[in-house]
């Protein structure tokens, strides 16, 4: 079993920036996929962006591409979320996932996720 804890998440100004992170313990990353989330109030989990299991594919939602950043830290078995250019509409609370070992599919779907963390509070003011 993994267990997944999210860190960095914050109030900012509009145009700030924000690094999430995502901590591993339990077992590694090793072989799994890794995405992060984000739930707003009266909103559905929305897909954000994924790191896939070697760490060299990367996948963003759209309004995430060239603003976000997904990275991954075998050593530190952490991956991160950088946010750059942030806007009112982030906010909401980010949550990071993990595939089970060697899964290969949707990264984009959260039924692909058996790990969840318990969330991160982002707030972008205007």
């Known amino acids: 079993q993994v267990q997944l804890v999210e860190s960095g998440g914050g109030l900012v100004q509009a145009g700030g920036s924000l690094r999430l992170s995502c901590a591993a313990s339990?077992?590694?990353?090793?072989?799994?996929?890794v995405g992060w989330f984000r739930q707003g109030i009266g909103k559905e989990r929305e897909f954000v962006a994924a790191i896939g299991r070697s760490s060299l594919n990367t996948y963003y939602e759209d309004s995430a591409k060239g603003r976000f950043t997904i990275s991954g830290d075998n050593a530190k078995n952490t991956v991160y979320l950088q946010m750059n250019s942030l806007k009112p509409e982030d906010t909401a609370v980010y949550y990071c996932?993990?595939?089970?070992?060697?899964?290969?599919?949707?990264?984009?779907?959260?039924?692909?996720?058996?790990?969840w963390g318990q969330g991160t509070q982002v707030t972008v003011s205007s």
């Open positions: 996932a993990a595939t089970v070992p060697y899964y290969s599919g949707n990264y984009s779907n959260k039924n692909s996720y058996n790990h």
């Open positions: 339990g077992r590694t990353f090793s072989g799994r996929a």
